[in-house]
């Protein structure tokens, strides 16, 4: 089991960062990749970023490249998501993921929600106009 924790979401206003966190416990050996994913009211859960848990590599969505960073903190079981020039449209509820059953998720990347195997609570974030 893998428990995932997040923080850092808030209000900002567009143009603004934020940095969020996912701090990672249990059996973390066990993860071949993590994710952020979002939801905004009335939207499907969307793929943001995610990165391996076992290697250099990471994958973004179109809507994020070259706005938003996805990293590892020097503790090895925080996840980081540093995000900048926010947009309006990126207001949603912001979940970390884990990928435990597929090794792939850790050479090529997973998009799907339903490769993921462990979720976080979830942290809103707020971009206003």
């Known amino acids: 089991q893998v428990q995932l924790v997040e923080s850092g979401g808030g209000l900002v206003q567009a143009g603004g960062s934020l940095r969020l966190s996912c701090a990672a416990s249990g059996d973390t050996f066990s993860m071949y990749a993590m994710a952020w994913f979002r939801q905004a009211p009335g939207e499907e859960r969307e793929f943001v970023a995610a990165m391996s848990w076992r290697s250099d590599n990471t994958w973004y969505a179109d809507s994020v490249k070259g706005r938003f960073t996805i990293s590892r903190g020097y503790a090895k079981n925080i996840m980081y998501l540093q995000m900048n020039s926010l947009k309006p449209e990126d207001t949603a509820v912001y979940s970390c993921?884990?990928?435990?059953?597929?090794?792939?998720?850790?050479?090529?990347?997973?998009?799907?929600?339903?490769?993921?195997?462990?979720w976080g609570q979830g942290t809103q974030v707020t971009v206003s106009s």
């Open positions: 993921a884990a990928a435990a059953r597929f090794e792939h998720c850790g050479g090529y990347g997973c998009y799907r929600s339903n490769e993921y195997d462990y």
